[in-house]
């Protein structure tokens, strides 16, 4: 090989490294957001106009047992306020469960750090809360919590706020922005926290099919009634971000596979060399009775088994640097203090090297580097015996 052939094969190399580092990060982005955001947020919320009643929510919850989408359903109490501990003041979305039927519908229990969250229907006024913000108000385990509801009541002595102190009982650490933003306390302290008695503001449910939206909202109308709820999917909330992540993965492989294509398309360079160096070997295959098609099977073997190499370097490289990204990444936080992923869903940067993706991006670059060594084997084939010789 000449330092032309060798400077292609590396360019073939960095460029195919480059394409699956990006596309597996764009993966995890991915994963991430339908495991961790899609498995911590319900996928189905419905709203009743004035809150639901328990026949209402019966009602929903017989859906489960109907071979339709709605698989699973959990009511709840929602709204936001304050919390305070230790100086430390925070906006939090106030989530009140019922940890039996919300595990059902939602992976926060999965996420818990010291149990399994039935404290939480035992204890009065218990709350789980996100590791990132109990780091925050820097409270633990057994410590109080005061939580300030934005409704105010006017008296002699003025405005006063509406409090509650709580009991921190357990923390979730999904790795997601809800650890900074959201509390969960028990369905029954949270419609005395909210004065509803014994109704619930809606129902969260888990869907049979992520993308079946439409037909499990058809269910739960057909169930509650246009007219006492509205329902709404992950799509009206995440569904642009996961589209975005889609479109982007698409962009990017096209776009950096012209990258592969520049790269695959220097190899004919480097073949166009091998050719001038061999040229004398070929006019004397010619002279021996070799015919067109086998020169260009020659030169299109070695252009092939160039590529081939080059591809399966760059896979290897590729994929050694996706999985070594992650913790470069947090020795990078951890060094300077900076938080890179500040501004997204996720507080850490993800890396997911899939198969197919792998094939997918061998078989592009050898498609492309086949249709680049034809001209040099071409260029072969049309040697003149006579004229190569003539200057031997």
């Known amino acids: 090989m000449s330092f032309v052939s060798r400077l292609a094969l590396s360019g073939l190399i960095l460029s195919i490294t480059v ?19 899609l498995g911590l947020l319900p996928q189905m919320t419905v709203l009743g106009y004035g809150g639901l009643s328990n026949a209402e929510v019966a009602r929903i919850a017989q859906l489960e047992l109907n071979e339709g989408q709605v698989k699973a359903t959990a009511p709840f109490v929602q709204g936001t306020g304050l919390v305070t501990a230790n100086g430390q003041a925070k906006g939090v979305a106030i989530t009140g469960i019922e940890v039996d039927s919300y595990a059902k519908v939602s992976r926060v229990i999965e996420y818990l750090q010291n149990g399994d969250g039935i404290g939480l229907n035992e204890a009065r006024f218990g709350m789980i809360l996100g590791q990132r913000l109990a780091t925050t108000l820097g409270v633990g385990k057994g410590d109080k919590v005061v939580v300030v509801l934005p409704s105010a009541s006017v008296t002699p002595a003025g405005v006063n706020l509406r409090s509650r102190s709580f009991t921190v009982i357990d923390t979730f650490a999904s790795r997601s922005v809800y650890e900074s933003s959201v509390i969960y306390i028990s369905l ?15 129902v969260h449910a888990r869907l049979g099919d992520l993308f079946a939206t439409a037909a499990a909202r058809q269910e739960i109308m057909t169930m509650v009634g246009e007219e006492r709820a509205s329902a709404r999917s992950w799509i009206s909330s995440q569904g642009t971000l996961y589209q975005a992540i889609a479109v982007q993965k698409l962009t990017m492989f096209i776009l950096l596979s012209f990258l592969v294509g520049v790269a695959a398309f220097n190899l004919v360079s480097g073949l ?8 004398s070997d070929v006019a004397i295959l010619r002279s ?14 070695i252009g092939i088994l160039l590529s081939v190499v080059g591809i399966l370097a760059g896979i290897a490289c590729g994929t050694l640097l996706a999985f070594a990204i992650p913790g470069f990444y947090r020795v990078l936080t951890a060094q300077f203090e900076v938080d890179l992923m ?3 869903f996720i507080s850490y940067l993800p890396v997911d090297v899939r198969l197919w993706d792998v094939v997918g991006i061998a078989l592009t670059a050898l498609g492309i580097s086949v249709v680049a060594t034809l001209y040099p084997a071409w260029r072969a084939a049309r040697l003149l015996p006579s004229r190569v010789l003539s200057h031997e």
């Open 288 to 301: 021996m009775g070799a015919d067109t098609r086998l020169i260009v099977k020659l030169f299109s073997v």
């Open 19 to 37: 394409l699956l580092i990006v596309i597996s990060i764009v993966n995890g982005f991915e994963r991430e957001l339908r495991v961790n955001v």
């Open 188 to 202: 029954r302290d949270a419609q005395k926290l909210f004065r509803l008695g014994d109704r619930v503001h809606g």
């Open 272 to 279: 166009v060399m091998i050719v001038e160096q061999r040229k």
């Open 342 to 344: 500040s501004q997204y």
